[in-house]
């Protein structure tokens, strides 16, 4: 075994070559930030690629989340998932609001509307739900809920770059939408956000929220903040949006090869369904009772072999200290999101992750389950590459990975049984 790690997830990096043209216009034109070209230009790019017509760029999406919540005013009590990275319920404790966990679905992992309906009190004035691992939220319940109750809608869209929802983009759905650029997701500007808004009135007072509150040199109108991105960053975010599409790509043929792997391990089920509307950014299992291991085994397990699977979203963020004391933080209020956070691991994928890594993980997770025979099939890349793929290669730089990756395989080939 290799002692080169597997991670969850690896950034992608276009070829740094590409990236000195921008290098030199920010060098020669001395712009480094303030609402610069590149800012300009990624905005407006963004706004096309995505689908959406008011989109204001952040430094990251924690800061976006705070600004989103500050813009509308929010206040009280807000309904939220304990299914989440910790930024979401973070966001509400910044601008002194007190987060209200509902429960989760457990085929989804997103807010379940019907648990939302129950928790609403006179105080509660607006939901955050979080799109999952890319997978939309039930937006139109969720809509008709707020709707119903004179509530605002704000979606932690960290995870659902790209993602769409019956042909159009998810993040048109509620009052306000929010990505995340960090260098862990599927698009990245080593840092970075966005506010997606409705109209060109809120999305102006975002960015002067965004610009410490100036409206103007001499006006300011609000207690802002500085969530500015820089034109380092826009100008990085724009060279990764031409190889947004092939990135992609390669998520997906990893996700299909898993999809097809682990249908002959029992007890390893995918939370994410398929399908070229999502996005890839994640591939989490649910580790079922008829496998060998418990999901904190197979963690180990995997460790063992230096692949370094995460356990999203683990522990809940209703059990850390800020927010246990919550009467809806208690663990009989949130029983799929309990189960959730204790059987559910995601599996390393990126575009840099090379066919013999993934073949070697696929091995691995099939090697507990002793009485199984299982032929764990190589990925035949170029068939499924899109055309092009080849011709720019960007996955070639990590193919060396795969090389000093080398995996002992376990004997299953010998194994008796067959599941
Ligand atoms: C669901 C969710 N919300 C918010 C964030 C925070 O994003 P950022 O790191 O850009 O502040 C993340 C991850 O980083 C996330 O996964």
């Known amino acids: 075994m290799s002692n080169q790690p597997v991670f969850v997830t690896q950034p992608y990096l276009p070829p740094l070559e590409e990236f000195v043209p921008y290098l030199e216009k920010i060098w020669g034109n001395k712009i480094l930030t303030n609402n610069g070209p590149f800012h300009q230009e990624l905005e407006a ?5 995505l689908g959406v017509k008011h989109l204001s760029l952040f430094t990251n999406a924690t800061l976006a989340l705070i600004t989103a919540l500050q813009a509308l005013r929010i206040s009280g009590e807000v ?7 910790v930024a979401t319920a973070h966001s509400l404790m910044w601008n002194n609001i007190k987060p209200v966990f509902a429960d989760v679905d457990p085929q989804t992992c997103n807010l379940d509307p019907a648990r939302i309906e129950e ?6 004035t607006a939901i955050m739900p979080v799109h999952c691992y890319g997978r939309p939220c039930d937006v139109e319940k969720i809509q008709d809920i707020a709707d119903t109750y004179g509530l605002k809608v704000i979606y932690d869209a960290a995870h659902a770059f790209g993602v769409r929802h019956k042909g159009q983009s998810v993040l048109q759905h509620g009052d306000m939408s929010i990505l995340s650029f960090h260098a862990t997701k599927v698009f990245n500007t080593f840092e970075g956000g966005a506010i997606i808004c409705q109209d060109e009135r809120t999305k102006q007072r975002i960015d002067y929220l965004k610009n ?8 300011v109108i609000a207690t802002g903040i500085n969530g500015k991105m820089s034109e380092f960053n826009a100008a ?3 060279l990764q949006l031409k ?3 092939r990135a992609l790509e390669r998520r997906r043929q990893i996700d299909r090869y898993y999809r097809e792997q682990l249908r002959k391990i029992a007890g390893l089920v995918p939370m994410t369904p398929e399908g070229d509307h999502l996005n890839q950014s994640y591939f989490p299992i649910m580790v079922a009772p008829d496998y060998p291991l418990s999901r904190d085994q197979l963690y180990e397990h995997l460790k063992h072999h230096n692949i370094h699977g995460r356990r999203y979203f683990y522990p809940l963020i209703s059990d850390f200290p800020m927010y246990r004391h919550l009467p809806s933080a208690q663990s009989a209020h949130l029983p799929n999101a309990r189960q959730l956070a ?3 691991i995601c599996l390393p994928i990126y575009p840099g992750l090379s066919d013999a890594q993934a073949q070697s993980i696929v091995q691995v997770l099939a090697s507990p389950a002793k009485k199984l025979t299982i032929q764990v099939e190589p990925i035949d890349l170029a068939d499924a590459a899109p055309s092009g793929l080849n ?3 960007p996955f070639e730089r990590f193919s060396n990975l795969g090389a000093v990756y080398s995996f002992a395989p376990p004997s299953l080939m010998d194994a008796a049984a067959v599941k």
Not at 45 to 49: D, E, K, R, T
Not at 79 to 85: G, K
Not at 212 to 219: K, M, P, Q
């Open 45 to 49: 790019a963004l706004g096309q690629y």
């Open 79 to 85: 309904i939220t998932t304990p299914y989440s990275f």
């Open 119 to 124: 928790m609403i009190t006179p105080e509660t």
């Open 212 to 219: 410490f509150g100036f409206a103007n040199e001499t006006t």
């Open 236 to 238: 990085l975010g724009l």
């Open 243 to 245: 190889h947004i599409d």
């Open 342 to 344: 204790d059987r559910v």
């Open 391 to 393: 011709a720019f290669d």
